[in-house]
């Protein structure tokens, strides 16, 4: 199983509003990702978690602000977004980072931001 | 850091034709090299994948082929079917994937 689940599925926000996306995986993998991907255009990383620990941040705005409770779940917490942050958010793991494992993507949530 | 160029951009074929998507890459330390394919509303799929000490590999009607020496990689898809239609996605990887920018590839029944 290469199961990935993100939700909520759709999400609408104001920008005052604070929500969170949540993604889960029972793979036993040990390194979580979160991607924004605009229309037309191909995933970008935002945030890599490496045994809970988060190891790289590509320089994401603070309104975005990711947390890895435990192995299996990754949460991605949004406060005052903007606009232009409309997008879909994918989640996705692997075995272990930074070797070069496949990664396994999740559905997505696709956010509005009015 | 890599970069990666993806060709062609869009892409229509007759069912039962062979579809190509060819991508370069500018990192030669980059030795991990994932396709994906990404229907309309869906996450994408890793649907297959070659590390650097290989130079091909196939699974049933998609094969992918990789030359180090000058970079590139390509994607084939043998015998179109309509479901084949999808955006397809290639990356290269050290530590994080780089994808390309993307391919359309439309099957026509």
């Known amino acids: 199983d290469t199961e990935v689940t993100q939700t909520p599925k759709h999400l609408v926000m104001g920008m005052t509003n604070k929500k969170s996306l949540k993604c889960e995986q029972h793979?036993?993998?040990?390194?979580m990702y979160w991607y924004k991907q605009k229309a037309k255009k191909p995933p970008e990383l935002m945030f890599v978690?490496?045994?809970?620990?988060?190891?790289i941040n590509e320089s994401v705005p603070s309104r975005f602000s990711p947390e890895c409770p435990n192995s299996s779940l990754l949460n991605l917490h949004l406060h005052a977004l903007q606009p232009e942050d409309s997008a879909l958010y994918l989640c996705?793991?692997?075995?272990?980072?930074?070797?070069?494992?496949?990664?396994?993507f999740g559905p997505g949530t696709r956010l509005t931001v009015t | 850091g890599e970069n990666v160029e993806q060709h062609p951009s869009t892409l229509s074929v007759q069912e039962g034709d062979s579809a190509v998507i060819k991508c370069t890459y500018s990192d030669s330390a980059s030795n991990y090299f994932p396709w994906y394919k990404q229907e309309l509303g869906k996450g994408p799929q890793l649907i297959i994948d070659i590390r650097s000490n290989v130079g091909e590999k196939k699974d049933q009607r998609i094969a992918v082929t990789l030359n180090k020496t000058a970079k590139h990689f390509s994607l084939h898809i043998t015998e179109t079917q309509p479901e084949d239609s999808a955006v397809y996605f290639c990356a290269a990887a050290t530590d994080k994937l780089i994808f390309g920018t993307g391919t359309r590839l439309q099957v026509f029944p």
């Open positions: 793979m036993g993998h040990r390194a």
């Open positions: 996705a793991s692997s075995q272990i980072y930074p070797d070069p494992y496949e990664q396994y």
């Open positions: 978690y490496s045994y809970e620990k988060l190891s």
